[in-house]
């Protein structure tokens, strides 16, 4: 076998040189990826459901902590912990809600309570699907938490409802007031 000459090894050298740099780029890309996920309000992740019917968190951003009070290693390891305190009538519209955007791979919503951190707080989870080659279906998305958002909408109920019943008190008080007037004309 002959030995490789100067000018083979140095184009292995620099092969080897540029491999190592894009490498160090990659890495660089995923650390600013992996810092847009962790400063995005919320949580984002990455979640998998098999053709078995088992799902499973790949990925759980920082997040997963101030919306969760857990952090992203205990969520991806048991992933029940995302609707652990969650009433039974969300949990199961989240549920139908996975089914739903798997089989027809159309977007995942679902807008649930969560008492993680004591209080009700409203969280929406939105993530879109695709479908792998071996049948899994794969969801990229983030979960926050909307309870400001939810508590403006309640504060716009009522305040249309006092606003409606005040009508209907303003109506049937023009009503009463109105054969009075007549009456009263008629008396000067």
Known sequence: MQQPTYEELQQENERLVQQVRDLEARVTQLEVLEQIADNVPGMVYRYELTV???????????????????????VIHNPAL??????????ERFQQAVLD????????????INY???????MRAVSRPFRQDDGR???????????ANKRAEDAERRAAAQEALIDQQTALLVELSTPLIPLAEACW
Not at 57 to 65: K, L, N
Not at 82 to 91: F, G, H, K, S, V
Not at 101 to 112: K, R
Request: aromatic residues 12%; charged residues 15%; without cysteine.
């Open 82 to 91: 995302i609707l652990a305190n969650t009433p039974r009538e969300d949990q």
């Open 52 to 74: 078995a019917g088992i799902g499973q968190f790949i990925y759980v951003s920082q997040g997963s902590h101030d919306l969760l009070n857990h952090p992203p290693e205990e």
């Open 137 to 147: 279906t794969i969801w990229d998305g983030v979960m926050f938490d909307i309870s």
């Open 116 to 122: 993680s951190l004591g209080p009700e707080r409203w």
């Open 101 to 112: 955007s798997a089989l027809n791979l159309s977007l995942f919503q679902w807008d649930g």
